[in-house]
């Protein structure tokens, strides 16, 4: 069976009615329009893009289907997320945004309204690793921050339980997990793999495999940089970030998000002990 989710705008909801969706639009109103209530059961959630005006149409909607609110400019767009907050009395919404100008500020009003959120992280820069740690920070020991903010929260469970994650796969763009479809209803690959060309990728060994199989992109890209020597080849993170951080850019240097995964590591290993210590008390 295809365990692909399909990432597609509601105008191509007829071409791939019966599979797991993620359905987006600008348009609140399109969504209980033409969304039938047998389709609820193959959508994992809906996307709001454009900070549509007015979100009256999904208050009673389809209760408890969670919605993803996208920023594209957080400095300019988080002063609007208030008017969202309503949507809270029926689903869960969370907001995506990229870590580019004011995401930190547009981060803090998200978990004060109670939103999760999830970072798009790209290759993050010097100032704005600074800025993810202060973040991180705030999501380990501030009492008020209390809904998920990945990437944050998932490699922190999987730290804490010793379970192995993938940060392709909690990012949510991992091809064998996820496909994008654009407006015309092409496939892509999902988040920034959507611009990947296979045929103009630099290893002839690499565009093969992708053009044959490109759920297989994590695992050849990740093959890839080891092969090569690269910065992963050491790491103590790689089984995690397979070379997430090494997209598009290979030389990008991962010094500064490295000290990311080192505080969630610490943190896990704290919380686990904290919990083993807590059922060794209630049952001695
Ligand atoms: S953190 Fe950087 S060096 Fe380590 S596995 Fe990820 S991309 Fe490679």
């Known amino acids: 069976m295809n365990s692909i989710v399909y990432q597609i705008p509601v105008a191509q909801l007829e071409s791939f009615r019966g599979r797991r969706l993620i359905v987006r639009t600008r348009h609140p109103s399109d969504l209980p329009a033409q969304l039938h209530v047998e389709d609820l059961h193959h ?13 009256d149409a999904l208050m009673h ?42 995401f930190d500020k547009a981060v803090k009003l998200a978990s004060s309204l109670q939103f999760e959120v999830r970072l798009q992280l790209g290759q993050p820069e010097a100032l704005q690793i600074e800025l993810l740690a202060r973040l991180l920070d705030d999501y380990l020991h501030k009492a008020t921050v209390m809904q998920p903010i990945e990437f944050f929260h998932s490699l922190l469970l999987g730290f804490c339980n010793q379970i192995p994650v993938s940060l392709w796969a909690i990012q949510e763009e991992h091809p064998a997990l996820l496909r994008h479809v654009d407006e015309q209803g092409n496939e892509r690959l999902p988040g920034k793999l959507a611009s990947f060309n296979p045929n103009a990728a630099s290893s002839a060994e690499l565009n093969a495999e992708l053009a044959k199989a ?13 092969a090569e020597g690269a910065e992963c080849s050491s790491c103590g993170f790689f089984s995690v970030c397979q070379g997430y951080f090494k997209w598009p850019r290979r030389d990008y240097q991962c010094v500064g ?8 590591e610490q943190a896990g290993d704290e919380l686990r002990e904290d919990l083993e210590a807590a059922a060794a008390e209630a049952n001695p």
């Open 43 to 55: 959508v994992a959630y809906v996307q709001l893009y454009g900070l549509p005006d007015n979100v």
């Open 61 to 102: 909607w389809a209760e408890g289907l969670p919605i993803d609110l996208l920023l594209d400019d957080p400095a300019q767009d988080f002063a609007n997320l208030y008017r969202f907050a309503k949507l809270l009395d029926n689903h869960p919404v969370r907001v995506s945004l990229p870590v580019s100008t004011g």
């Open 214 to 226: 490109p759920e297989r992109f994590v695992a050849e890209w990740s093959r890839s940089l080891l």
């Open 257 to 264: 998000v490295k000290t990311l995964f080192t505080t969630l």
